[in-house]
């Protein structure tokens, strides 16, 4: 049997939540990522001296340390991709949940967050603002983790800058280090205004809600009117 289809209001939350699950995905996975790689850091775990012979070779191999290098390798592959991943689902969230913020706000229905795609099929991130919420309590919190995340985007760009560039000098060199260390934050910051945004979401959805719930009650009670004793029953 066919389920009946969900009010635009529904289907767009349904989105956006989506969005938020898949981006929450990927932060766990990372965050278990950084916990596996640092089991083998080497400032922090001793490498046993113990050492084999190779048959046929000369020298001998120590092979404690081996697999603390070939872990160390492993790891940090997958700190890094899940890092990234990370990231880019955090950006889609937010940036996903203030378009459709920007949409309700707008008069329009949109049933699902709508994305641009790249020739390869990729989603492109729309734009992150959210305006017109004046009256939204969290207005101001909302404020601050945008601009912590323009921060964040600002600094990662400047850094790929100095990087691209053919030489940078020693103050160049520290400038480009610090910029990354900040760009590191973007996917955290990303999450956080996301949160805030699915907040905003909901208050933007009131009203649509509200004119739901009273077309029910219209329709429930044009029902009853109509209905004759011997139809219900009496």
């Given at each position: 049997?066919?389920?009946?289809?969900?009010?635009?209001?529904?289907?767009?939350?349904?989105?956006?939540?989506?969005?938020?699950?898949?981006?929450?995905?990927?932060?766990?996975a990372?965050?278990a990522?950084?916990?596996?790689?640092?089991?083998v850091?080497?400032?922090?775990?001793?490498?046993?001296?113990?050492?084999?012979?190779?048959?046929?070779?000369?020298?001998?191999?120590?092979?404690?340390?081996?697999?603390?290098?070939?872990?160390?390798?492993?790891?940090y592959?997958?700190?890094?991709?899940?890092r990234?991943?990370?990231?880019?689902?955090?950006?889609?969230?937010?940036?996903g949940?203030?378009?459709?913020?920007?949409?309700?706000?707008?008069?329009?229905?949109?049933?699902?967050?709508?994305?641009?795609?790249?020739?390869?099929?990729?989603?492109?991130?729309?734009?992150?603002?959210?305006?017109?919420?004046?009256?939204?309590?969290?207005?101001?919190?909302?404020?601050?983790?945008?601009?912590a995340?323009?921060?964040?985007?600002?600094?990662?760009?400047?850094?790929?800058?100095?990087?691209?560039?053919?030489?940078?000098?020693?103050?160049?060199?520290?400038?480009?280090?610090?910029?990354?260390?900040?760009?590191?934050?973007?996917?955290?910051?990303?999450?956080?205004?996301?949160?805030?945004?699915?907040?905003?979401?909901?208050?933007?959805?009131?009203e649509?809600?509200?004119?739901?719930?009273?077309?029910?009650?219209?329709?429930?009670a044009?029902?009853?009117?109509?209905?004759t004793?011997?139809?219900?029953?009496?």
């Amino acid at each position: 049997m066919r389920k009946p289809d969900l009010h635009w209001t529904e289907s767009l939350f349904d989105s956006v939540y989506a969005l938020y699950e898949t981006a929450r995905e990927y932060q766990l996975a990372h965050q278990a990522a950084q916990i596996t790689a640092s089991t083998v850091d080497f400032d922090r775990r001793r490498t046993h001296p113990g050492r084999i012979a190779l048959t046929g070779r000369s020298g001998t191999s120590e092979p404690h340390g081996r697999a603390q290098r070939i872990l160390h390798r492993l790891y940090y592959t997958l700190e890094t991709e899940t890092r990234r991943q990370f990231e880019e689902a955090a950006l889609l969230y937010a940036s996903g949940t203030a378009w459709a913020v920007r949409a309700v706000l707008n008069g329009e229905h949109p049933a699902h967050v709508a994305f641009q795609t790249t020739d390869r099929g990729d989603l492109v991130p729309p734009s992150l603002e959210i305006p017109g919420l004046d009256t939204f309590s969290e207005g101001p919190a909302l404020d601050a983790a945008y601009d912590a995340l323009v921060r964040c985007m600002q600094a990662s760009e400047y850094g790929e800058d100095l990087a691209d560039q053919d030489y940078i000098s020693d103050h160049e060199a520290g400038q480009m280090h610090a910029a990354w260390d900040v760009a590191r934050g973007t996917a955290a910051a990303a999450f956080t205004y996301g949160l805030l945004a699915q907040r905003a979401l909901n208050f933007a959805l009131l009203e649509p809600c509200r004119a739901r719930e009273r077309e029910i009650a219209l329709a429930r009670a044009t029902a009853a009117k109509d209905e004759t004793p011997g139809e219900s029953g009496v």
